[in-house]
């Protein structure tokens, strides 16, 4: 894909994505405006479904919403709250830790700058750029699987790892779109450009598309 069609594909996807759905982490963000609730969010959806984060995060700040209050209920209560998300006890003891970490050394405060989250336990880029571009309305560019597969499926980079892609991306992809990006294409990813047999009958964009590594499709 040319590097002068993102500025088409973004509109297209920015008209589309209503019909797909909000993912869980952009939807907490848009409803409490908390950066605290979007680094927690973000904590329990890494390898979990969309319906499970959402499920699981709403049960969770039901009973605590602060590090203050997350550290009083305690990992066991954390733990049966989150259930079933992917590793939910190793998830519920790095809640915890963040959580003292937060009051410690942060006054409580979600830290607004790349490197400092990337010192809070149990957090990786991904978890750390969507805090900044969510949380804060930060430029930062997330890179998830998703991210990762269709950016390359399209031909506008071509990287082996979601690092190499965050890296690529932050050279080439215009500042404009940073924030947006991985929640249009994550909700791109789910509903249409699927990691296997991807619906390229109906994908809004797939005249801009290089298909690479396609081999078969719906």
Same mark, same amino acid.
């Given at each position: 894909m040319k590097a002068e069609y993102i500025s088409g594909v973004i509109r297209i996807l920015k008209k589309?994505?209503?019909e797909w759905g909000v993912p869980a982490v952009t939807l907490e963000a848009e409803t409490s405006r908390d950066p605290f609730r979007v680094l927690i969010s973000t904590v329990l959806s890494l390898r979990t479904k969309d319906e499970t984060t959402a499920g699981a995060s709403g049960r969770l700040f039901a009973l605590a919403d602060s590090?203050?209050?997350?550290?009083?209920?305690?990992e %066991?209560?954390?733990a049966e709250a989150i259930y079933p998300v992917g590793f939910y006890r190793t998830k519920a003891k790095n809640i915890l830790g963040i959580c003292r970490e937060l009051i410690d050394k942060y006054?409580?405060?979600v830290p607004d700058d790349l490197e400092e989250l990337l010192l809070l336990?149990?957090?990786?880029? %991904?978890?750390?750029n969507l805090v900044l571009t969510?949380?804060?309305?930060k430029h930062g560019i997330c890179v998830d699987t998703h991210v990762h597969r269709i950016s390359n499926r399209l031909g506008y980079i071509r990287t082996a790892t979601p690092y190499d892609a965050e890296m690529a991306l932050r050279e080439k992809l215009p500042k404009r779109y940073w924030i947006d990006y991985n929640s249009l294409l994550v909700a791109f990813g789910q509903y249409i450009c699927r990691p296997v047999s991807p619906k390229c009958s109906v994908c809004p964009i797939q005249a801009f598309c290089d298909k690479v590594g396609v081999v078969k499709s719906r």
């Amino acid at each position: 894909m040319k590097a002068e069609y993102i500025s088409g594909v973004i509109r297209i996807l920015k008209k589309e994505s209503p019909e797909w759905g909000v993912p869980a982490v952009t939807l907490e963000a848009e409803t409490s405006r908390d950066p605290f609730r979007v680094l927690i969010s973000t904590v329990l959806s890494l390898r979990t479904k969309d319906e499970t984060t959402a499920g699981a995060s709403g049960r969770l700040f039901a009973l605590a919403d602060s590090p203050e209050d997350m550290l009083g209920l305690g990992e %066991k209560v954390i733990a049966e709250a989150i259930y079933p998300v992917g590793f939910y006890r190793t998830k519920a003891k790095n809640i915890l830790g963040i959580c003292r970490e937060l009051i410690d050394k942060y006054g409580s405060r979600v830290p607004d700058d790349l490197e400092e989250l990337l010192l809070l336990r149990g957090v990786g880029r %991904k978890t750390a750029n969507l805090v900044l571009t969510l949380g804060y309305g930060k430029h930062g560019i997330c890179v998830d699987t998703h991210v990762h597969r269709i950016s390359n499926r399209l031909g506008y980079i071509r990287t082996a790892t979601p690092y190499d892609a965050e890296m690529a991306l932050r050279e080439k992809l215009p500042k404009r779109y940073w924030i947006d990006y991985n929640s249009l294409l994550v909700a791109f990813g789910q509903y249409i450009c699927r990691p296997v047999s991807p619906k390229c009958s109906v994908c809004p964009i797939q005249a801009f598309c290089d298909k690479v590594g396609v081999v078969k499709s719906r």
